[in-house]
C-alpha cells in the first residue's frame, strides 16, 4: 500500500488534522498562545507531531467535543486528560470525535479477523477481476487503511495485518498467471528514501496480467545499482514509485539522476501519491498519477515499438 501520511519522525500537520478533527490552522495558534503541541521539524523544514502529542491531542479533541475549553485542557498531562475523559480514554485508546471511516475492509482488521479479511479481498478480486480490483477498489482500500491508522481509529499493527494480507493475496493470484513475454521489460524499485513498497507490486500484477516480464527491486534502490541492473536485466523501462511522505527534492534530484544516467532509450516511468509528481515536469520521465495510468502506458510503448520496427 502503502501511501502512509507519516514522516520517519512523526506525523505531518495535515495527518494530525485527519487524525484529531483539530484544524491546522488552530494547532498553529494553539501552538503560540499555549506553548503545546510542540512539533519539531521534517526534512523540508515542515512541522512533524510526535505521537505522544497526537495522543494528547485525540484526548483534547474528545474533551472538547463534549464542552470543555481548550484553554483548560492543554496545560494537562495526558494522564489528567484521560482521567478527566473517564474510562476508556487512557492509554491512548481515546478516539478522534470524528465518524469511523466507513470501509468493510476495516471491520476484520479492527476485530482482528484475519479469516474474514482474505475472504473480502478475494471475493472482491473475483467480482471485478485482478485488474479491475487493482485499479478501482485497492486504491480505495490503500486510502482508507491509511487515513483510519492517521486518525488513531486502526493501530499500527492492524495496519501492517492489512498490508501484509493483500501483498500475500497479490503474489498468490500472479503466481497463477502465465508468462507470456511479451514487452516491455521493466524493472521496478523505490529509490533510497522511500520504503513503501506496496504500489510497486501493484504495477507489478497489472504488467504480469499483460504478459510483461517484469523485475521488482524492492525498496530503498541507489541509482547506480538501478543502472546497473537495468542493463544486467535488458530493461525497455524503469519504474518507480513515491508515497506522499517521501522528501520532494529527493524526488526531483533522484529522478533527474536516473534518467541522466540511464541509456536514452530506456523509459522512466514514476507514479504513486508524491505531490510534487504532479506539480513538477521532468524531461524524459512519464508520470502517472494513478495505477490505471499502467495499462495505456504499456499499450502505448508497444505502439512505438510497433513503429519503430516498421521504420
Same mark, same amino acid.
Given at each position: #500500500?502503502?501511501?502512509?501520511?507519516?514522516?520517519?519522525?512523526?506525523?505531518?500537520?495535515?495527518?494530525?488534522?485527519?487524525?484529531?478533527?483539530?484544524?491546522?490552522?488552530?494547532?498553529?495558534?494553539?501552538?503560540?498562545?499555549? !506553548?503545546?503541541?510542540?512539533?519539531?521539524?521534517?526534512?523540508?523544514?515542515?512541522?512533524?507531531?510526535?505521537?505522544?502529542?497526537? *495522543?494528547?491531542?485525540?484526548?483534547?479533541?474528545?474533551?472538547?467535543?463534549?464542552?470543555?475549553?481548550?484553554?483548560?485542557?492543554?496545560?494537562?498531562?495526558?494522564?489528567?486528560?484521560?482521567?478527566?475523559?473517564?474510562?476508556?480514554?487512557? $492509554?491512548?485508546?481515546?478516539? /478522534? =470525535?470524528?465518524?469511523?471511516?466507513?470501509?468493510?475492509?476495516?471491520?476484520?482488521?479492527?476485530?482482528?479477523?484475519?479469516?474474514?479479511?482474505?475472504?473480502?479481498?478475494?471475493?472482491?478480486?473475483?467480482?471485478?477481476?485482478?485488474?479491475?480490483?487493482?485499479?478501482?477498489?485497492?486504491?480505495?482500500? $490503500?486510502? $482508507?487503511?491509511?487515513?483510519?491508522?492517521?486518525?488513531?481509529?486502526?493501530?499500527?499493527?492492524?495496519?501492517?495485518?492489512?498490508? *501484509?494480507? @493483500?501483498?500475500?493475496?497479490?503474489?498468490?493470484?500472479? !503466481?497463477?498467471?502465465?508468462?507470456?513475454?511479451?514487452? %516491455?521489460?521493466?524493472?521496478?524499485?523505490?529509490?533510497?528514501?522511500?520504503?513503501?513498497?506496496?504500489?510497486?507490486?501493484? @504495477?507489478? /500484477?497489472?504488467? =504480469?496480467? *499483460?504478459g510483461c516480464p517484469c523485475t521488482s527491486l524492492g525498496a530503498r534502490v541507489p541509482v547506480q545499482?538501478?543502472?546497473?541492473?537495468?542493463?544486467?536485466?535488458?530493461?525497455?523501462?524503469?519504474?518507480?514509485?513515491?508515497? /506522499?511522505?517521501? $522528501?520532494?527534492?529527493?524526488?526531483?534530484?533522484?529522478?533527474?539522476?536516473?534518467? &541522466?544516467?540511464?541509456? %536514452?532509450?530506456?523509459?522512466?516511468? /514514476?507514479?504513486?501519491?508524491?505531490?510534487?509528481?504532479?506539480?513538477?515536469?521532468?524531461? &524524459?520521465?512519464?508520470? #502517472?498519477?494513478?495505477?490505471?495510468?499502467? +495499462?495505456?502506458?504499456?499499450?502505448?510503448?508497444?505502439?512505438?515499438?510497433? +513503429?519503430?520496427?516498421?521504420?
Open positions: #500500500m502503502r501511501a502512509m501520511p507519516v514522516e520517519q519522525d512523526g506525523m505531518p500537520i495535515a495527518a494530525v488534522e485527519q487524525s484529531t478533527g483539530i484544524a491546522r490552522a488552530t494547532l498553529r495558534i494553539w501552538e503560540r498562545r499555549y !506553548g503545546f503541541p510542540r512539533p519539531g521539524r521534517d526534512l523540508r523544514g515542515e512541522r512533524s507531531y510526535p505521537g505522544e502529542q497526537v *495522543e494528547k491531542l485525540r484526548l483534547i479533541a474528545g474533551l472538547m467535543a463534549r464542552g470543555h475549553r481548550p484553554g483548560r485542557l492543554v496545560g494537562l498531562d495526558p494522564g489528567q486528560l484521560a482521567a478527566l475523559a473517564g474510562p476508556g480514554a487512557a $492509554n491512548g485508546s481515546a478516539r /478522534a =470525535a470524528a465518524p469511523l471511516i466507513d470501509d468493510p475492509v476495516l471491520a476484520p482488521l479492527r476485530e482482528h479477523d484475519t479469516f474474514s479479511l482474505i475472504s473480502y479481498i478475494e471475493s472482491s478480486i473475483r467480482t471485478l477481476g485482478l485488474a479491475g480490483f487493482i485499479c478501482e477498489r485497492m486504491p480505495q482500500m $490503500n486510502a $482508507n487503511v491509511g487515513l483510519a491508522w492517521a486518525r488513531g481509529d486502526i493501530e499500527v499493527f492492524e495496519e501492517h495485518l492489512y498490508t *501484509e494480507t @493483500v501483498q500475500d493475496l497479490l503474489r498468490r493470484e500472479m !503466481g497463477r498467471l502465465q508468462p507470456l513475454g511479451h514487452g %516491455p521489460r521493466v524493472l521496478l524499485a523505490t529509490l533510497p528514501e522511500e520504503v513503501h513498497t506496496l504500489g510497486l507490486l501493484m @504495477v507489478q /500484477a497489472l504488467l =504480469a496480467l *499483460e545499482q538501478l543502472v546497473k541492473a537495468a542493463g544486467a536485466f535488458g530493461a525497455d523501462v524503469v519504474g518507480l514509485s513515491f508515497s /506522499a511522505s517521501t $522528501n520532494p527534492s529527493h524526488v526531483l534530484r533522484g529522478l533527474e539522476q536516473l534518467r &541522466g544516467e540511464l541509456a %536514452p532509450q530506456v523509459a522512466v516511468w /514514476a507514479g504513486g501519491s508524491s505531490p510534487v509528481l504532479a506539480r513538477h515536469r521532468i524531461a &524524459g520521465v512519464q508520470v #502517472m498519477p494513478h495505477i490505471r495510468d499502467v +495499462l495505456p502506458a504499456v499499450a502505448h510503448w508497444r505502439a512505438g515499438r510497433e +513503429l519503430r520496427s516498421a521504420s
